[in-house]
Nanobody, 124 residues
Framework: QVQLVESGGGLVQAGGSLRLSCAAS????????TGWFRQAPGKEREFVAA????????YYADSVKGRFTISRDNSKNTLYLQMNSLKPEDTAIYYC?????????????????WGQGTQVTVSS
């Protein structure tokens, strides 16, 4: 069993930055493809970014490409999401996810473990 705990959310003005962290329990974190998703009120949960086990490859939704950066530190069992140039439309609850065993890293159903989420609010 793996537990994921997100932190770093908050309220920020448009154009600002936030860094989200996701701390994972257990010793198998480095074996997992991991990702970030978000869910805005009244909308479905959507893919934001994903990263392979050793961090060698990263994938992004078009809406965040060039503004967000996903990274991981396997020695600390931690996943990160650096968010720059934030926009009001980035407002959502952000979730980290782990253990996707197929190439469908953009699909919520691929991941076996989820955190509880952290709120990000971007004011205009």
């Amino acid at each position: 069993q793996v537990q994921l705990v997100e932190s770093g959310g908050g309220l920020v003005q448009a154009g600002g930055s936030l860094r989200l962290s996701c701390a994972a329990s257990g010793r198998t974190f480095s074996r997992f493809v991991t990702g970030w998703f978000r869910q805005a009120p009244g909308k479905e949960r959507e893919f934001v970014a994903a990263i392979t086990r050793n961090g060698g490859s990263t994938y992004y939704a078009d809406s965040v490409k060039g503004r967000f950066t996903i990274s991981r530190d396997n020695s600390k069992n931690t996943l990160y999401l650096q968010m720059n140039s934030l926009k009001p439309e980035d407002t959502a609850i952000y979730y980290c996810a782990a253990d996707c065993n197929s190439g469908s890293y953009y699909y919520t159903g691929c991941y076996h473990y989820w955190g509880q989420g952290t709120q990000v609010t971007v004011s205009s």
